[in-house]
């Protein structure tokens, strides 16, 4: 079985996300294949794929533009294949309900807006990365982050991902699916063929 895992990131934690999730699929039998999102829409990496998941990170309320294109350029393939969309962001771990919810919505409107039906779609939270900040951006996150209540020392990078629930995902949506039990037929009676 082959999964194929697909990620944009701007500052890198969607990748370490997305080396994590093959890594588990490796590990439950699959054939991982992890590919930044702008070297797959270069080339595909070889299929056929009996899974996709594809990943962005969220900034200012956007997905990167290379995940869209991803997107719409494969639609045919995502429709065709189980496939999942992971958002990643530091929304879903605010202490505000109301912004996890705005986390939640974004994740589910982009995969809609573009036309794709992925069969899950899971936020995980992601980190703040001071040390590959500007300036400007560096006294933004500061801010969020006292706002917030987290650490707001910027001299070092603090990860908020959830790594048993990256994990869970990732089983439950590789999980081998049981095979359909039927009753034996009647005594007598010849089984019916498979459906």
């Known amino acids: 079985m082959n999964v194929l895992i697909v990620y ?14 093959g890594e588990v699929a490796d590990s439950l039998g699959w054939n991982a294949t992890v590919s930044k999102v702008e070297d797959a829409e270069r080339e595909l990496p070889p299929g056929p794929f009996d899974a996709v998941l594809v990943g962005g990170s969220v900034h200012i309320g956007q ?6 294109r991803f997107v719409l350029s494969h639609l045919e393939m995502l429709a065709e294949t189980r496939s999942a969309f992971f ?6 771990a605010s202490k505000n309900e109301a912004d996890r919810r705005a986390a939640r919505r974004l994740a589910a409107e982009f995969p809609a ?10 936020v995980f939270a992601g980190a703040l990365m ?10 933004v996150m500061r801010a969020i982050a006292r706002r917030e209540q987290g650490s707001v020392d910027t001299r070092a990078d603090h990860v908020y991902t959830d790594w048993n629930s990256v994990e869970r995902f990732v089983k439950g949506f590789l999980a081998p699916r049981a095979p ?16």
């Not at 944009?8 to 999730?21: F, L, V, Y």
């Not at 997905?63 to 869209?68: K, M, S």
């Not at 958002?87 to 879903?92: D, K, L, N, Q, W």
């Not at 359909?180 to 459906?195: F, N, Q, Y």
């Open 8 to 21: 944009g990131t701007t500052e890198g934690m969607t990748a370490r996300i997305a080396q994590r999730m």
């Open 63 to 68: 997905y990167q533009r290379a995940v869209r």
């Open 87 to 92: 958002s990643v962001g530091m929304a879903i």
């Open 113 to 122: 807006k573009l036309g794709w039906r992925p069969n899950a779609i899971e």
């Open 130 to 139: 001071f040390s590959r900040y500007g300036f400007l951006t560096r006294l």
């Open 180 to 195: 359909e039990v039927r009753p034996p037929p009647p005594i007598g009676e010849a089984p019916s063929a498979p459906l």
